[in-house]
């Protein structure tokens, strides 16, 4: 069974860098199929779709985010990771990583549990 | 961006009763519609999907419907454990867009 964990600083100073990684297990993340993406939901918020990657590195950004974002594929460790630069006190969220079988027209049937970045001084 | 908006925001029911929620898209999306049931702390969980799929595991009181812009969610028989947040979401672009979320609580 396809498992995916998040794992990256909890803590995060305003006008830094966010990094996150998303390790997945039980399946390949070179899978042709699948797409890996990222999700946010501040505290009280809805849920925001930040961005897709696919294993030979093709990415799709959230336009409202995609000058602060990267996102990075790492096939050997069967890992993919997020970047948020610039951060203020409004990217503080519960940040998802999770798997799509394909770029449109699925759902997204495998997340991890989710880990809550804070930005603070 | 397709914007996916949700109704009602929130929802009192009681155990056994039927429950329905409705999202509508602000533009056309054939059947490219997915909901998820989200509790606190746990990750989202895929319920439906293409409209009217419904997830493997999921249980049958669960049901969706609808196409181009209009679409439901329905719950035949509530359970204690339905009480959370369900979530609508498009998968017509690559930018998935989410509805703003249906909090159901007991009455």
């Known amino acids: 069974q396809l498992q995916l964990q998040e794992s990256g600083p909890g803590l995060v100073k305003p006008s830094e860098t966010l990094s996150l990684t998303c390790t997945v297990s039980g399946g390949s993340i070179s899978s042709s199929r699948d797409y890996w993406g990222w999700i946010r939901q501040p505290p009280g918020k809805g849920l925001e779709w930040i961005g897709s990657i696919y294993y030979t590195g093709s990415t799709y950004y959230n336009p409202s985010l995609k000058s602060r974002v990267i996102l990075s594929v790492d096939t050997s460790n069967n890992q993919f990771s997020l970047k948020l630069s610039s951060v203020t006190a409004a990217d503080t969220a519960v940040y998802y990583c999770?798997?799509?079988?394909?770029?449109?027209?699925?759902?997204?049937?495998?997340w991890g549990q989710g880990t809550l970045v804070t930005v603070s001084a | 961006d397709i914007q996916m908006t949700q109704s009602p925001s929130s929802l009192s029911a009681s155990v056994g009763d039927r429950v329905t929620i409705t999202c509508r898209a602000s533009?056309?999306?054939?059947?490219?519609l997915n909901w998820y049931q989200h509790k606190p702390g746990k990750a989202p969980k895929l319920l439906i999907y293409a409209a009217s799929s419904l997830q493997s595991g999921v249980p049958s009181r669960f049901s969706g419907s609808g196409s181009g812009t209009d679409f439901t969610l329905t719950i035949s028989s509530l359970q204690p454990e339905d009480f959370a947040t369900y979530y609508c979401q498009q998968s017509y672009t690559t930018l998935y867009t989410f509805g703003q979320g249906t909090k159901l609580e007991i009455k």
């Open positions: 999770a798997r799509r079988e394909g770029l449109v027209g699925t759902g997204v049937d495998s």
């Open positions: 533009q056309s999306i054939d059947t490219f």
